[in-house]
């Protein structure tokens, strides 16, 4: 019997399938405050990566889930991206992960029961890799096949990263390139080469854990991932939190090459065009933007680089932090400063 391909089981695919920004907004508009504990250190007031609650003085707990559709036909690679992603927001919170949960919804009439089992594979594969065990978890039979994680990790009080804390005059610095969803959009009309997604599944499965390392650092301000929302969007989410402006340099901004030619061709996922929608008017860009440049800024991206707003003086060492971690891409794309919580792109090519 053949079966069908994972992605085309699915309406979107990994971080791409997100609510965009202002629906999510407008939903969550509605709902009352809940109980805000003292020991909550961050929860939904500033859209961050994973709540954190004190435990003691020297201990907080960092608790954060993700999943998603499949982004990826082959079902243990699809594991392995679902589980970094949702991982990396421990990473991004200035945290390390301790243990995980499992969540599984897998259409039982369409998938055989060994695919599941490779996409649970993938996943255990990266939590190991992580240093955590899968713990548990839950699963229910669904129309469309979906996977990730509940994370749990532990940082120091004091060395929490939150996206609200950046400061006037920092530099931003991105730790992986852009075109993760366009080579993803690319791959459902099978025009992604084998070179492309190679490297998908090489930057989607690379762990964000040089998070942990820079918390320690007191020159690191603040910290977020760039995943469904795009660069723009989560910039935005720091300088709303931090109540700052952000200029980026276009040009300085890492980017895949293929990706970025199969942009120029007019590949891009409709997550992209939603994310514009949402947070365009705060978004400058230089008159005569061709629109692939402008898609490729709100490219969402599934286990995207970490975002970091430190020390100028310190920019040199949190790159070489990247590097020695095997991030060779990651650069300074741009500044913090006061004023209206908008980006500015500039240096358009």
């Not at 005569?288 to 040199?316: I, M, R």
Request: contains cysteine.
């Amino acid at each position: 019997m053949e079966f069908p391909k994972l992605t085309s089981l699915a309406h979107g695919g990994g971080c791409g399938c997100k609510i965009a920004p202002s629906v999510l907004q407008d939903i969550m508009a509605s709902v009352p405050a809940g109980i805000i504990p003292p020991q909550l250190l961050v929860g939904t007031e500033a859209s961050d990566d994973a709540a954190v609650y004190r435990l003691n003085d020297t201990q907080a707990l960092v608790a954060t889930t993700d999943f998603f559709t499949p982004i990826v036909d082959d079902p243990y690679d699809f594991g392995r991206i679902a589980a970094t992603n949702a991982i990396s927001d421990i990473y991004a919170m200035g945290g390390t992960p301790i243990l995980a949960l499992a969540l599984v919804g897998m259409p039982l009439d369409k998938l055989p029961l060994e695919t599941i089992g490779r996409i649970l594979e993938g996943g255990a594969s990266v939590c190991r890799e992580a240093g955590i065990p899968i713990a548990g978890g839950h699963s229910i039979d669904v129309v469309e096949p979906i996977y990730g994680l509940v994370a749990l990790g532990l940082v120091h009080p004091d060395q929490v990263k939150k996206n609200a804390a950046a400061r006037a005059g920092d530099v931003l610095i991105l730790g992986k390139p852009l075109g993760i969803g366009i080579f993803s959009a690319a791959l459902k009309k099978d025009l992604l080469s084998a070179e492309g997604y190679a490297r998908m599944v090489q930057l989607t499965t690379q762990l964000n854990r040089v998070g942990a390392q820079l918390s320690a650092m007191p020159e690191v301000h603040a910290m977020t991932d760039v995943t469904g929302f795009g660069l723009l969007g989560h910039l935005l989410e720091m300088c709303c939190g931090s109540g700052l402006s952000a200029s980026v340099d276009y040009a300085s901004v890492p980017m895949i090459p293929e990706a970025v030619q199969l942009a120029q061709q007019g590949i891009a996922t409709g997550a992209s065009t939603r994310n514009w929608a949402s947070y365009g008017a705060d978004v400058t860009l230089p008159e005569g933007t061709p629109e692939w440049q402008q898609k490729l800024l709100c490219d969402p991206q599934t286990s995207g680089g970490l975002l970091v707003s430190c020390k100028a003086e310190a920019a040199e060492a949190v790159l070489q932090v990247f590097r020695e971690a095997g991030f060779d891409a990651a650069a300074v794309i741009g500044q913090l400063e006061n004023g209206d919580p908008k980006v500015n792109v500039r240096s358009i090519l």
